[in-house]
């Protein structure tokens, strides 16, 4: 199984900052990684796919980069509507998630 | 607009069984992979089980296999989770979720409560 690692745990950014969430895999996946956003109470939403694609309707702050086993998603400007639980997860062979990063408010 | 909404969540005994449920909406659902994702209280996301579009292809993690069966139902727009010998850390939240990469229109999720 492939295992998905977050970091860091918990993340503390002030509303205009940017915000760097990192995600590693115990083995290649090559660009088949997904970020998604999960706010209190909600589903997860989808925010990127292929490592880099914005999922429809994804606002232009949100970007993903990364390959093979190291990715990052960058928020440049922390909305408040942004502060929530993001998770990292990898379809290259089965599906496995990160355990998540919580962005919170500094 | 598409929807996915789940039901037949509730409060079961330990080695019961439950059905799940997830009626779909404003897509074309013979269409489309289905999987079931949980998501344990205060925890992270965990995939459960996936069906191609035709059902002909299944996938199960190893912490149910033998225990669930998903199925869908194309004529009824409707995918299904068969939870059998139930144990308390089968207790979550249980969301269906469209997609066979990326999984991208998730519904509500329904509560699964598996305690004495």
């Known amino acids: 199984e492939i295992v998905m690692t977050q970091s860091p745990a918990t993340l503390s950014v002030s509303p205009g900052e940017r915000a760097t969430l990192s995600c590693r895999a115990s083995q290649s996946v090559s660009s088949n990684l997904a970020w998604y956003q999960q706010k209190p109470g909600q589903a997860p939403r989808l925010l990127i796919y292929g490592a880099s694609t914005r999922a429809t309707g994804i606002p232009a702050r949100f970007s993903g980069s990364g390959s093979g086993t190291e990715f990052t998603l960058t928020i440049s400007s922390l909305q408040s509507e942004d502060f929530a639980v993001y998770y990292c997860?990898?379809?290259?062979?089965?599906?496995?998630f990160g355990q998540g990063t919580k962005l919170e408010i500094k | 607009e598409v929807q996915l909404v789940e039901s037949g969540g509730g409060l079961v005994q330990p080695g019961g069984s439950l059905r799940l449920s997830c009626a779909a909406s404003g897509f074309t659902f013979s269409s489309y992979e289905m999987n079931w994702v949980r998501q344990a209280p205060g925890k992270g996301l965990e995939w459960v089980s996936y069906i191609s579009s035709s059902g002909s292809t299944i996938y199960y993690a190893d912490s149910v296999k033998g225990r669930f069966t998903i199925s869908r139902d194309n004529a009824k727009n409707s995918l299904y989770l068969q939870m059998n010998s139930l144990r308390a850390e089968d207790t979550a939240v249980y969301y269906c979720?469209?997609?066979?990469?990326?999984?991208?229109?998730w519904g509500q999720g329904t509560l699964v409560t598996v305690s004495s």
């Open positions: 997860q990898q379809y290259n062979r089965g599906y496995t």
């Open positions: 979720a469209r997609g066979r990469t990326s999984l991208g229109y």
